[in-house]
């Protein structure tokens, strides 16, 4: 008889491709970022959608921008790590698993600016998907210089998402997914909870040139002339309730 160790392997490229690709809809990275922005404190979230000439080919090319609390070298350690979340502790965020940001790398480069206790840091990570098919872990350059001034914040360009496959970009569609979809569009002022009224989320999708700008929370139709409130108070219910019996 003999024992011996066995330790379970991972394989990392592997892990990295299946979470880029672990969302039913390619605009779910809306979702990511905006949970992110979130976490990180933001008032002010600028979702942009274009396509530029890129090298002489026409490139899908998003842009995602924060004001909040912006990253320092853990932060970008943790924003191009799999599994490594700086949230995990935190019970008030959305963010615990460290996956989010890894659908990101499911493009042709991706870029990430980003301003913290006087420091800039730019990290530049060049063709992640397809270095992962080719069975290696992408390696990230990062520039560090300082800035001059106090503010903070993220930007995050990603160039070729998805293999540049853009239609479901439009702008309505993002806005629908963006209020169905993601904190942006949470009922919570419905509740009474108003800690995050001045949130505004400046939004462009691929078919406009002006960015519309949205209030922080779930917008309903307008000629709803019941309040929320209303609509799950018990005497409106015992309404409903009495009209069906009769
Ligand atoms: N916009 C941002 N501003 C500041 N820090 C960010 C931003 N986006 C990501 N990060 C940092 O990168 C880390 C990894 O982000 P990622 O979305 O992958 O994981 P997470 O948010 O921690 O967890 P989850 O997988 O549940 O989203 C975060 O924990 C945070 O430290
Ligand atoms: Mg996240």
Redesign the pocket.
């Known amino acids: 008889m003999s024992e011996f160790i066995l330790i379970p392997p991972v394989d990392e490229a592997q892990e990295f491709i299946e979470i880029a690709n672990d969302f039913a809809n390619p605009l779910d990275l809306v979702r ?2 905006i ?3 979130f ?2 404190h ?1 008032t002010d979230i600028r979702l942009a959608f274009d396509v530029e000439t890129v090298a002489g080919e026409a490139t899908f090319v998003i842009r ?1 921008t ?1 004001n ?4 320092n070298r853990i ?1 970008l350690q ?2 191009f790590g799999l599994g ?5 502790t935190d019970r008030t ?10 659908v990101y790398f499911n493009a042709k480069k991706l870029v990430a600016e ?1 301003q913290r206790d006087g420091i800039r840091l730019i990290a530049i990570l060049d063709a992640p998907f397809s270095k992962l098919h080719d069975r290696k872990i992408p390696e990230v350059l990062v520039r560090e210089e300082p800035c001059e001034t106090a503010a903070t914040g ?1 930007t ?1 360009t990603i160039y070729g998402y998805n293999n540049n496959r853009r239609d479901r970009f439009t702008h309505g569609r993002l806005k629908d997914h963006v209020l169905w979809f993601t904190k942006f569009g949470s009922i919570e002022r419905q509740f009474g909870l108003e800690t995050l009224l001045g949130v505004k989320l400046h939004l462009k999708g691929l078919d406009r040139d002006e960015f519309e700008i949205l209030d922080f929370g779930h917008q309903f139709p307008s000629e709803s002339k019941m309040s929320m409130r209303f609509l799950i108070s018990t005497s409106y219910r015992h309404r409903i309730t009495t009209v069906a019996a009769s």
């Open positions: 990511e970022a949970s992110n922005a976490d990180a933001a995602l924060d909040g609390d912006g990253m932060g943790s924003f490594n979340s700086t949230r995990r965020t959305i963010g615990e698993k460290g996956h989010g940001t890894k980003t993220t995050i």
